[in-house]
């Protein structure tokens, strides 16, 4: 038990708790990647479909997914990776589904993810 301990204090101490808006999976976002070439770093922005999140607290991770001229590319991010300078929330997706490992096999319009609309009730018409 106490090597269950020793393992939760060491995440404690060495990793940073995020500060990212809250998505969950079928959600298109844009994360912003800081590249070190050589002596100089510059953001990169990774932009795609979120289609699974895994594990808990600080050693949680999430797997995006675009198209690239044709070629579906996938790329996993940790929560806790000090390069990530920012996630930006573009638009929300309604999915039934925690893990959208089918998106793999679909094109086109078939791989789309209907957008979660919110009405605001408060608007005069």
Known sequence: MK?????????????RTPEFPSFKTGDTIIVKY?????????????????????????????TIRKMSHGVGVERIF?????NIAGIQVVKRGRVRRSRLFYLRGLV????????L??????QNN
């Open 78 to 82: 940790s929560y806790s990776n000090p």
């Open 108 to 115: 086109g319009k078939k791989a789309r993810i209907k957008e």
């Open 34 to 62: 800081r590249i070190v070439e050589g002596d100089k770093t510059r953001e990169q922005d990774f932009r795609g479909d979120v289609i699974q999140i895994k594990g808990h607290g600080l050693t949680r991770s999430f």
């Open 3 to 15: 090597e269950m301990d020793a393992i939760k204090f060491v995440h404690e101490q060495t990793l």
């Open 117 to 122: 609309k919110f009405f605001n009730t408060n």
